[in-house]
């Protein structure tokens, strides 16, 4: 069971960087299944990609591989920080709980 807390969404970007701390960060916000069909699928990608690269350019040219790559990291870095967001605001207090009108008072 993951732990119930706030994680930060800088280290969690820092994470999906690393191999397998990747899947780490995926699973401390809930998010490890759908975190690794994402993988599955640019895996797929990326062999298809390559397939049609090897067989157009006679392997001379992985340009368009390292597109996928490039774009799976992305992909990966948008998707972890906004559910590291949507993580964080389950356990976080709006300022319009506290004080509806929106009007701050100065304490003495």
Do not use: C
């Not at 280290?11 to 899947?23: E, H, K, N, S």
């Not at 895996?43 to 350019?57: K, Q, S, W």
């Amino acid at each position: 069971m993951v732990t119930q807390k706030p994680v930060s969404v800088n280290w969690q970007t820092l994470f999906i960087l690393i191999p397998i701390i990747d899947l780490w960060a995926a699973y401390r916000v809930e998010k490890l299944g759908l975190y690794i069909l994402l993988i599955i699928a640019l895996a797929v990608v990326g062999f298809i990609v390559g397939f049609v690269e090897g067989f157009l350019f006679f392997g001379m040219s992985d340009f368009f591989s390292w597109i996928v790559v490039l774009v799976g990291v992305i992909i990966s870095i948008i998707l972890i920080r906004s559910w590291s967001t949507e993580w964080n605001e389950k356990f976080g207090k709006s300022d319009d709980d506290d004080n509806p009108s929106g009007v701050k008072y100065k304490l003495d």
